[in-house]
């Protein structure tokens, strides 16, 4: 009777061949996973190619603007698009793309800056509150409270006006005073959550100080929510800028802002159309770039999106 041959020690099937349907797919970690949900989102992906494009046009305005933004072209007052002037003059005979262009670097940097402002005091009261909770987090959230009860363009004029100063760090001060109470209970909700999980148990219970269990345990798993949310404070921001700029006291003239050049237009739309549709178009598509790519980048770092 012949018996069996033993099964070789060396076989050509991988060692860890019973635990691959235990792994994510192609051994990809978290950030990976969510660029591979984010690439089938063609919204987020048309919005951020929206924003790379603005962006682009913002940095590389000094050699993308035909005309010098603040000096009157001769004989070509109010002039439509054409050939030479793609979209036209204003009423002081000043290129209207050449201004569009300037007046990205002025929005965008205003609304970067403000979000960055809104994001420190958001990220450092939700944390604050939600890590430590009894009076602190009552009073934090107290005053989010106060600054959320008043409509945002109010409260933005109202602190512009106590500056009684007209500067881009006055704008951008007063929009992320404005923003900070959003994000001030979306991170305090996840702090709340988080700190009852075991990995924060455990790390208190070995001794660790607040400062490390916040910047090594809370704030990398509130980083999600953060992202989104402050992408979508940039398209509330640059309303916000073109707001105050549209009423006179946002960006002070000759420099130019998508808002202030409404305002300039407003009494010639129905002659010189192009002197407020370039402008209006540029905050649109801005806006609506930032809101795709935040819904695309929700929907990326969710981890319950299948992937």
Not at 112 to 131: H, M, N, Q, S
Request: aromatic share 8%; net charge positive.
């Amino acid at each position: 009777m012949n018996r069996p041959e033993p099964r070789p020690a060396h076989s050509d099937r991988p060692a860890d061949a019973g635990t691959a349907e235990t792994r994510s797919p192609h051994g990809a970690g978290p950030a990976r996973m969510a660029w591979r949900r984010f690439r089938r989102s063609r919204m987020g992906l048309a919005g951020g190619v929206i924003v790379a494009v603005m962006l682009l046009a913002a940095l590389l305005a000094p050699w993308l603007a035909p005309y010098p933004y603040d000096e009157p072209i001769m004989d070509s007052f109010g002039e439509g698009p054409c050939a030479a002037h793609w979209m036209g003059v204003d009423q002081n005979a000043r290129d209207v793309m050449s201004r569009v262009l300037y007046g990205a670097r002025v929005s965008l940097q205003v609304a970067l800056a403000a979000t960055a402002v809104a994001v420190a005091l958001g990220v450092a009261a939700g944390v604050t509150a939600g890590y430590f909770g009894r009076w602190v987090d009552e009073a934090i959230m107290r005053a989010a409270d106060a600054f959320s009860a008043f409509p945002g363009i109010l409260l933005a004029i109202a602190i512009t006006a106590a500056f009684r100063t007209r500067s881009l760090t006055v704008v951008f001060v007063a929009l992320g005073l404005v923003g900070w109470s959003t994000l001030a209970r979306i991170v305090r909700s996840q702090v709340l959550v988080l700190r009852e999980e075991d990995f924060v148990t455990a790390a208190v219970a070995l001794g660790a100080r607040p400062a490390r269990v916040v910047f090594r345990h809370l704030l990398p798993n509130c980083l999600g929510p953060v992202i989104v949310t402050a992408t979508l404070l940039m398209a509330g921001n640059i309303l916000g800028e073109a707001g105050l700029s549209f009423l006179g006291i946002g960006v002070e003239p000759p420099r130019p802002s998508w808002g202030l050049m409404l305002a300039e237009a407003r009494s010639k739309m129905m002659l010189n159309w192009w002197m407020c549709a370039f402008p209006g178009l540029a905050i649109a598509l801005t806006v609506l770039g930032f809101n795709l790519l935040g819904d695309g980048l929700r929907d990326a770092l969710d981890p319950r999106t299948k992937t």
